[in-house]
């Protein structure tokens, strides 16, 4: 926006900027600062566009909250602006003052409006179940990581893309549990769950004879499933724990039954 000098970074940001290498965060960074100065940047790397929504998301919010400040200093601009010799209670009362009900009702009603605008779309578009099984399985539990999700699954949404986003990420799970393979960050996942046909690998897995328990230290045999896999499994003790370490952050919960 014209004459606009400045814009607000948010501490949180850093979250994302963590996940990436540093030519990542500055491709990131340079897509930032072209955006800002209004100069409309495109780009065809995949990363920094996922990576940018939630950040232009606020800095969209930002520019709202600016454009409102402005035409209420235009407002008291065409009221006159404050009398060159002000009375003593002009002094000591704010300028061109607001009725305070008005003031309230005005940032209220803006703020109720955009909250209720997101739990619509929230509501409609992203099964909450299925958003709920996406963030726990990928530990994105705190409230600005959901956010974040959300925004990410309702941005598939508007392409049309959000059923088989469902459709491949229940695949996916089901396919890593199945494999014993190490799960993605969250990030790594948002970028390439349509890489692979997860679906089609299920059925692959299925297929495949089952394999002979190697166990050449006669350790004891653990029988456990998981939290997203009801199917129980057996692995010598040592490997058990090895599944259990390297799955520790993607949101397994392992179960040793009986």
């Excluded at 950040?55 to 402005?70: A, H, P, T, V």
């Excluded at 002094?91 to 619509?120: C, G, H, L, M, R």
């Excluded at 199945?178 to 690998?201: A, R, T």
Aim: aromatic share 10%.
């Amino acid at each position: 926006m014209e004459n606009k000098k400045s814009f607000v970074a948010y501490c949180d940001w850093q979250e994302t900027f963590e996940e990436l290498s540093d030519e990542e965060a500055g491709k990131l960074v340079k897509h930032l600062f072209n955006y800002v100065n209004d100069k409309n940047p495109e780009t065809s790397d995949k990363l920094t566009k996922m990576c940018f929504i939630p950040i232009k998301q606020s800095l969209k919010r930002d520019l709202k909250k600016y454009e409102i400040y402005i035409k209420k200093q235009s407002v008291n601009g065409k009221k006159g602006g404050r009398p060159k010799n002000p009375t003593l209670t002009q002094i000591t009362q704010p300028f061109i003052k607001e009725p305070k009900q008005a003031d309230s009702v005005s940032v209220s009603v803006s703020d109720s409006v955009s909250d209720s605008v997101n739990e619509i779309t929230h509501t409609n578009n992203v099964n909450k179940e299925f958003l709920k099984i996406v963030c726990d399985f990928f530990s994105q539990t705190t409230e600005h990581l959901e956010r974040k999700v959300w925004g990410f699954m309702n941005s598939l949404n508007n392409k049309g893309k959000l059923k088989e986003f469902e459709k491949q990420t229940k695949a996916y799970i089901k396919y890593k549990e199945l494999s014993e393979e190490k799960i993605h960050s969250w990030l790594g996942f948002e970028n390439e769950w349509n890489s692979s046909d997860w679906s089609d690998k299920i059925t692959k897995i299925n297929k495949t004879p089952e394999k002979a328990i190697l166990n050449p230290f006669n350790e004891e045999i653990v029988k456990y499933n998981s939290n997203v896999n009801p199917t129980a499994f057996k692995l010598p003790k040592s490997q058990f724990l090895k599944l259990q370490e390297d799955n520790k952050s993607g949101g397994y919960k392992y179960k040793i039954l009986a």
